[in-house]
Each structure stands twice: as C-alpha cells, then as structure tokens.
C-alpha cells in the first residue's frame, strides 16, 4: 500500500489548475474523482479517474476503494456539492482523509445569508439583502429596489436544476417569474434577495484566497481581481489580474477568522461606487475556476494545503508577485464572450494582450490533450449557439 495521494473532485478548470500545482511541486500519486468525462480526464499528469455519482454513497464506495491503495489520502473539492457529500460520509472517512473545511460548522458557512449576518458583526459591508423561505415572503420584495438578484441560499443548482441567479430590473419582470420562484419556494428551497450593485462586474470583483488550517493559522494568501465573466455580469471567471487593494485582504482575513473557515477559501467583494465600499458577495469554501492565479504569482495553495494534511511544521511563508500584471485567461469563455457580447473586441484585446504574462486555462505543452479537447468543446458550443441564434432570426 502507498502513503498517501492527492483526490481531485472535479476535473474542470479548477480541477485540472490543483492536478497541475501539484504535479509541478512533485506529487505524482494524483487520483480525480469526477461526475462524467470532464476534461482533465485526458490529463497525463493523474494516475486514474474515476466516475462517481451524485450521490454520498457511491462517493464512499469510491473512498474505501481507494484507501485499499493508499494509507492517507488529502481530498481537494471544486463544488459545493462535493463539500455536503463529504460532510454525510465525514465520519466514516475522517480517519484516512484530509478533509479541508470545519466540520462544525460547514453547513452553515455554505449559505449565503449566514456569511452575511457574519459580516454585519463584524462590521463588513455587504448588499441590503431579505430571505425568500416561503411564499408569503414574496411580499417583502417590495423592501428592496430595483434592480434585484435571486439566488438560492446554497448552491441547489448544482443537482436540482434550480438557477443559479436571476437578475430582475422592475415589478413587470418579477411577475415573469413570480410562478417559477413560487414553485420552488413550496417545494422547500429558500432564497436571497438583494440589491444589485450599480456598475459592471468586469471590473469591480476582487477575491482573498487563502489557506486556513485547523489551528486557526491563515498559512499563504493571495489577492485578485476579475476583468471580465461569462456570459455575463453575473456569470464565472473568464480573466483575472494580480491586483487588488489592501482592504481586500484585511476584510478577507477578518471573514475567514470571524466565521472559523478551515482550507482554502475565498471571500469575493465588490465595490459599490456610491459609498466606496467593498461588499462581499459570496464566501466559497473550495477552490474555483481561477485559483490558478494565486499559482501563476508565487503562491502555493494547493500544495499548502497538501504539505499541512501531512504534517509538515514549517511550510514556507510565500509573498505573491505583484509587481508584474499576470492575467489568467479561459479562452472558450473569451471566445464565446467575443461573439456574442456586444462591443467585448477591446476587453477581449485587454484581456489577452495587455499584461506583461497571459497564461491559459488547461494549456500545458507537456499535457496537450486537455486543451484540445476544451478547443473542440468550444466549437461545437459556437456551433450550437450560432445555429440557435439562426433558429430564432
């Protein structure tokens, strides 16, 4: 039997940016976990993968089978899916991983209006925001101004097929979804509703990134900032810069701190011109699509985490380069975001161009496939998209 092995769930970008941290640092034994044939699949720097169901059973299964191979094995989820699938089978599992959250506390750090109470006792701003529990909450909508956004308290969207978010401008667009919203509210979902903060999040979203470990000490740290999302303000990483101003951190740290967080995890905020301050809004206790940044700058996280899950008592202090503009680009949201968003071609040119390094999701001459599989995922979703489009011309 082997010492111990790095477990990857999930082999999107934020998947395949731990699998290649890690192998860079030397770790060979790199095992993903996944729920289909997802990209980093084709990577030639994991031992196997494993397809695995939604489902905390199977996931078990899975563990133990791999434990038969491996004494100690450092888990790396990518969705909170995977971090409440941990936590049913936490116990069972404990003893041979290294699971990186407080199990304690977990369920309530994942919804988002707890990580808001958080931050009005600690004094750190965040959007004027109302619960949706039930249908008669609907009326309290009224409390707030248009524009708003919907999102569900936890992550449903991951297996319920709930949306991620709806952003609604005015009364006769909130009667458009007042059924659909109703319908989930009666079958037990809850949601939040807050207030839309004026201005593009191309260029207003800052992240702390940092490792945590279980004696409350914050190991490495970076900063950074969103230039533009997919498919649009409210949508995902599609570039990020190495910048952010020093308030990120000291808010970032006082959350991570004040709510008890354990791993890697990340406080997004963004700036609200109208009264010059940086609201969270969301606390993600996992890794995301653009923790590759933090890698890109100097900082390790990955194999922080790795190097703390086996003991290591001095894991070197790292100091993030922000000297030199280091953009981190998924090109197929680039791409898609140069076709269809109007007037994108000079952000898409800033993005690409304007940086003293621009590096590439899933790019790696030394493990090719990866990116160019994404490549042929990019052009059968232009494809379908452009053949959309013409159907409703």
């Known amino acids: 039997m082997k010492k111990h092995c790095a477990l990857v769930l999930g082999g999107y970008v934020n998947g395949y940016s731990i699998i290649q941290e890690l192998h860079e640092k030397g770790i060979k034994e790199i095992i993903l976990f996944d729920y289909s044939r997802n990209i980093a699949t084709f990577s030639?720097?994991?031992?196997?993968?494993?397809?695995?169901?939604?489902?905390?059973?199977?996931?078990?299964?899975?563990?133990?089978?791999?434990?038969?191979?491996?004494?100690?094995?450092?888990?790396?989820?990518t969705d909170d899916l995977q971090l409440e699938l941990l936590y049913k089978i936490h116990n069972e599992i404990a003893n041979f991983c290294f699971l990186p959250y407080?199990?304690?506390?977990?369920?309530?750090?994942?919804?988002?209006?707890?990580?808001?109470?958080?931050?009005?006792?600690?004094?750190?701003?965040?959007?004027?925001?109302?619960?949706?529990?039930?249908?008669?909450?609907?009326?309290?909508?009224?409390?707030?101004?248009?524009?708003?956004?919907?999102?569900?308290?936890?992550?449903?969207?991951?297996?319920?097929?709930?949306?991620?978010?709806?952003?609604?401008?005015?009364?006769?667009?909130?009667?458009?979804?007042?059924?659909?919203?109703?319908?989930?509210?009666?079958?037990?979902?809850?949601?939040?509703?807050?207030?839309?903060?004026?201005?593009?999040?191309?260029?207003?979203?800052?992240?702390?990134?940092?490792?945590?470990?279980k004696k409350g000490e914050i190991l490495n740290e970076w900063v950074g900032k969103k230039i533009s999302q997919y498919p649009d303000d409210y949508g995902v990483f599609s570039s990020v810069a190495n910048e952010a101003p020093e308030i990120i951190r000291e808010q970032g740290r006082k959350l991570l701190e004040g709510m008890n967080l354990q791993g890697i995890c990340e406080p997004e905020f963004k700036y609200d011109y109208r009264d010059k301050k940086y609201k969270l809004m969301e606390v993600n206790?996992?890794?995301t699509m653009w923790h590759r940044l933090g890698n890109l700058t100097g900082v390790n996280l990955q194999y922080t985490q790795y190097l703390d899950a086996l003991g290591e008592a001095n894991v070197k202090r790292q100091q993030q380069d922000l000297s030199k503009r280091i953009h981190f680009c998924y090109l197929n949201h680039e791409v898609m975001n140069?076709?269809?968003?109007?007037?994108?071609?000079?952000k898409f040119i800033r993005n690409i161009f304007k940086s003293d390094k621009t590096y590439f999701a899933f790019y790696d001459l030394k493990d090719i496939r990866p990116f160019l599989v994404s490549l042929f995922r990019l052009f059968k979703s232009l494809v379908i998209k452009c053949l959309k489009q013409l159907k409703t011309d």
């Open 44 to 77: 030639n720097k994991i031992k196997k993968y494993e397809i695995i169901k939604k489902d905390p059973v199977d996931l078990l299964k899975k563990i133990k089978t791999l434990h038969k191979e491996y004494e100690y094995i450092v888990v790396y989820p």
């Open 102 to 213: 407080n199990y304690d506390n977990l369920l309530d750090c994942l919804d988002k209006y707890f990580q808001y109470q958080v931050c009005e006792k600690l004094n750190i701003p965040y959007p004027k925001t109302i619960i949706l529990d039930k249908v008669d909450d609907f009326k309290n909508i009224k409390n707030i101004m248009f524009p708003i956004i919907i999102k569900p308290r936890k992550r449903d969207d991951l297996n319920t097929g709930i949306f991620r978010n709806l952003i609604i401008s005015n009364e006769n667009e909130l009667f458009k979804y007042e059924g659909e919203i109703k319908d989930f509210l009666n079958k037990g979902f809850s949601f939040l509703v807050s207030e839309v903060i004026p201005g593009e999040a191309d260029d207003n979203i800052y992240a702390y990134v940092a490792y945590r470990n």
């Open 285 to 287: 206790l996992r890794s």
């Open 338 to 346: 140069l076709f269809f968003r109007k007037k994108y071609f000079k």
